[in-house]
């Protein structure tokens, strides 16, 4: 079982996000970065199949400049067998991405790819699906449960009202929502020996895309609210508020 | 002059609701490019819903039938919509169905897509799209070249009544090779909305106390008559209080419902990025410095075992 899992890095979710000099970006300044969240389930995922199978390999890749070497150290130190940092300048339009991967990941021999649901940044939720595409192989999306037997995978995923299953033979791209598994953390263990795995450097040109970012803003602030009371006191006033006022009752 | 392809989604042979804003959003774009709407329908054999369309802006609704469209079948419907020819741009629902067809869609074209925008509109010779990122944190403006594959979030837009001719043509669906077969959709244990869809969410925090808590807050999304969903702050389910489905945040759903009640939630930034959007927030929180009251629009300070039954009560009265 060969697989590998495209990173992603992120400013973590506690971020306040303050919009940079050009208007097009976040002021990164002070900005924490982690490993995207719905990528750790797709290193779980990876590593926990890998370890059923009893043999095999698993390889993290990611797109980005060299920042991305400590994001993908982490996940080594999770247990991800190596790394790939495919370096280059990634494009606002996830097809150009997508296409770079693709590229490197055609002639690999994996029998997985694996991808979180979707970056918590720009919330594209689209490369891994345009990988599958462009490689031409099964794709499922956002899973929440994945069993790999006998060459196929069988996963299920959330939909409006409802849980819906599919199949599909390997080689496979899934991406992976939270609820497929737990992540495990980085034991002292994992961090010692991820300095001593591989981490190719890989130089690619990201080809031109057809998205242009306009404009980054923040969202209008809320106005301030009215407290109406303290205790069940206060239901009442709430109730007429929301029926008068709001008319949402 | 360009068209507009509104590809709509189907389920057991009935139109998803949320067929009419989209094409709300296809018919000012393709007012804007001075084009025309097609809605494509993708069914296994006739699809309720489809005579509806022309009164909702449709000029053309253009139905695909195969077997294959019991079930949700992706690769059929990205041979469909590529052997229609050309378009200004191609919109679809950002359901869960919709946000796994869209990127799909735009790499078969060798095209751009916008994912998840609450705007889209015509900017110059590109397709201007507005969406939220960073979990709503902060608002994108992407333009977008070529033909691109725009997925419209569910609620952006009002159905409108348009009164177009939406004449029936029946399109073939040319060959196509299945790689993921859908076997099944099965309903949740317990048959509720779905936070992401329901018209009233009422979400609890770490202030329930106790999982078994989470029982006062169905009581009071019973009492909104169907209307309502219980969602929940990360921290409860990462404590597995609840499921992941009920999650609200940056790592759960983005909601706007028209009224988000917020019950012992503090109101980390987090959780906040995910329900700022919502019409009216009502907080009900001990600690008065919460964040939750920053955005809330009403708040009470006290016991929420004292607030929440009396405002169960109250609801349930109101609505009567």
């Known amino acids: 079982m060969k697989i590998a899992i495209c990173l992603r890095r992120v400013p973590d979710t506690t971020t306040k996000i303050v919009v940079g000099a050009g208007g097009t970006a976040i002021d990164e300044t002070g900005v924490k970065f982690v490993p995207n969240p719905y990528d750790e389930y797709a290193l779980e995922a990876a590593i926990a199949l890998k370890d059923a199978a009893g043999a095999g390999e698993t390889v993290v ?15 080594l130190a999770m247990g991800v067998d190596r790394a790939v940092h495919l370096q280059g300048t990634p494009s606002a339009d996830g097809l150009a991405n997508a296409r770079v991967l ?46 790999v037997e006998g060459g196929r995978a069988k996963v299920t995923r959330e939909v409006e009202g409802g849980v819906e299953a599919a199949e599909c033979a390997l080689p496979a791209v899934l991406t992976c929502d939270k609820g497929l598994n737990t992540p495990r953390l980085p034991s002292l263990k994992g961090i010692m020996a991820a300095k001593k795995k591989p981490l190719d450097i890989v130089p690619v040109t990201v080809p031109a895309g057809q998205v242009t970012v306009v404009s980054l803003a923040l969202p209008p602030e809320r106005a301030a609210g009215k407290i109406l009371g303290e205790g069940a006191a206060a239901v009442p006033a709430l109730v007429a508020a929301l029926t008068s006022d709001a008319k949402v009752l | ?37 097609d809605a494509l329908v993708c069914g296994s054999g006739a699809v309720a819903g489809t005579e509806s369309l022309g009164a909702h802006g449709a000029d053309r609704v253009l139905t695909a039938t195969d077997a294959a469209f019991a079930q949700y079948a992706p690769e059929a419907i990205v041979a469909t919509v590529k052997g229609l020819g050309a378009y200004g741009a191609v ?16 790499a078969a074209m060798g095209a751009a897509c916008g994912m998840d925008v609450t705007a889209v509109s015509a900017a110059g010779g590109a397709i201007r799209v507005v969406r939220p990122v960073y979990a709503g944190k902060a608002i994108q403006t992407l333009d977008l070249a070529g033909t691109p594959v725009v997925a419209v979030r569910p609620g ?53 106390g106790e999982p ?18 219980v969602g929940a702050s990360r921290a409860v389910v990462d404590a597995g209080w609840i499921g992941h489905g009920a999650q609200v945040g940056q790592t759960g759903k983005t909601v706007a419902p ?35 009251f920053k955005v809330a629009d009403y708040g009470i300070v006290g016991d929420l075992f004292e607030i929440v039954p009396a405002l169960t009560e109250a609801v349930a009265k109101a609505k009567q």
């Open chain 1, 61 to 75: 890749v990611a797109l980005g400049g060299d920042a991305v070497q400590e994001t993908l150290r982490t996940a």
């Open chain 1, 102 to 147: 693709a590229d490197h990941l055609k002639d690999g021999g994996y029998d997985l790819v694996l991808f979180g649901k979707l970056a918590v940044d720009d919330y594209g939720q689209q490369v891994g699906a345009m990988v599958a595409e462009l490689l031409g192989v099964p794709c499922a999306t956002a899973i929440t449960s994945l069993a």
């Open chain 2, 156 to 208: 952006a837009y009002a159905a409108v009544q348009a009164g177009k001719a939406g004449a029936v043509e029946a399109v073939t669906v040319p060959a196509f090779s299945a790689r993921l077969m859908v076997t099944g959709i099965t309903a949740p244990e317990r048959a509720s909305l779905d936070v992401a869809e329901a018209r009233v969410v009422v979400a609890g925090g770490r202030g329930l």
């Open chain 2, 91 to 106: 919109l679809i629902a950002a359901t869960a169905t919709g946000k796994d067809l869209a990127p799909r869609l735009a």
């Open chain 2, 258 to 292: 028209e009224l988000y009640i917020a019950v012992g939630v503090s109101g980390a930034i987090q959780h906040l990025a995910g329900m700022r959007t919502a019409k009216v927030i009502v907080a009900i929180n001990r600690d008065k410095d919460a964040p939750i």
């Open chain 2, 212 to 229: 078994q808590h989470f029982a006062l807050l169905e009581q009071l999304a019973a009492a909104f008559g169907g209307e309502a969903a």
């Open chain 2, 1 to 37: 002059m360009a068209n507009v392809l509104a590809v709509l989604e189907q389920r057991n042979g009935a139109l998803r609701k949320g067929a009419a804003e989209l094409l709300a959003a296809a018919r000012q774009l393709a007012d804007q490019l001075g084009g025309s709407v």
